[in-house]
């Protein structure tokens, strides 16, 4: 494979066809030689660091390729200085190194991307209530409790809080919330989230110094199961009981599911789960609520 233009994402990288197409010491290497860029309105790069933000969307489909380029970052740009949001690019800063195959991982290679922001979508109580009540209520008991909660406090799915227009929140107030997490697939089972999540956790915690950040996360291998794959093209939607046993299957180890695992091993409390609350036919729009609580307040 050519050598990429430092900054730029490789499109070709061939995925391998399990971990073993890696020897470990290379994949040592890419963990070893990655670092979390994090860009909000104080970057001084902020314009380069959208650019290969949406670039890396762009290569792995997250986005569709618009006429106008230039006219998408102007909006993300805007987005980031008007309304907070913060992009994190994990990038590889190490040599060339083998990937699998005949390909190799450049130097400056984009390998992982986040978007988040500082929501007041919810007030510091409901997080609070919601672990506590963990302790010694069912998963499908929260799922009720967090659905039901309209009147004094309606649930907002995910494209209303990602769309939601309010303005740059003060540090100390609101909670994150993480809209996407994504590592390419090609380099996936490298524990490269791992690397990337802590750090933007991290920025959270200290240079915003909010109590929670929250995700309503993805379930793509659920659509592997063939009950909950037949009652989702039979009714359109799985059932809380069956998709809140799946998780708990994840967590417990029975079963596997990246989109669960990656939030959890970074040190989340999954809540419960939500069907029908995101447009992910892989997950067959199951989704679940997963909350990180800062340090300093455990």
Not at 50 to 61: K, Q
Not at 263 to 290: F, H, M, T, W
């Amino acid at each position: 494979m050519q050598r990429q233009e430092r900054g730029k994402t490789p499109d070709s990288l061939p995925k391998p066809r399990g971990l073993n197409d890696m020897e470990k010491a290379d994949m040592e290497r890419i963990r070893a030689n990655c670092r979390v860029e994090i860009a909000d309105s104080n970057h001084p790069r902020l314009s380069d660091e959208v650019e290969e933000y949406l670039r890396y969307l762009r290569i792995h489909r997250l986005i569709s390729l618009p006429q106008d380029m230039q006219s998408q970052s102007n909006t993300m740009f805007r987005r980031i200085i008007e309304k907070g949001l913060r992009v994190a690019l994990l990038k590889y800063k190490g040599p060339e190194v083998p990937v699998g195959g005949n390909a190799t991982l450049p130097p400056e290679a984009v390998i992982g991307v986040n978007s988040s922001k500082q929501t007041d979508a919810y007030p510091h109580e409901w997080f609070d209530n919601l672990l506590k009540a963990r302790q010694n209520h069912t998963m499908d008991d929260l799922t009720t409790a967090v659905e039901s909660a309209r009147g004094r406090l309606k649930f907002q799915p995910f494209r209303e809080i990602t769309d939601r227009d309010e303005p740059v929140i003060a540090a100390g107030k609101g909670a994150g919330f993480l809209s996407l997490i994504h590592v390419s697939p090609r380099l996936r089972g490298c524990g490269l989230s791992q690397i990337l999540l802590p750090e933007v956790l991290k920025y959270y915690w200290q240079a915003r110094d909010v109590p929670y950040v929250f995700v309503y996360g993805r379930t793509p291998a659920i659509s592997r199961e063939q009950e909950m794959k037949a009652e989702f093209e039979e009714s359109g939607v799985v059932s809380t009981q069956n998709l809140n046993r799946y998780i708990t299957q994840v967590l417990g180890g029975v079963k596997r599911d990246f989109g669960v695992g990656v939030n959890q091993k970074a040190g989340a409390e999954i809540i419960c789960g939500l069907p029908d609350s995101v447009l992910d036919r892989e997950s067959l729009n199951c989704g679940y609520l997963a909350i990180y609580k800062n340090p300093r307040l455990q």
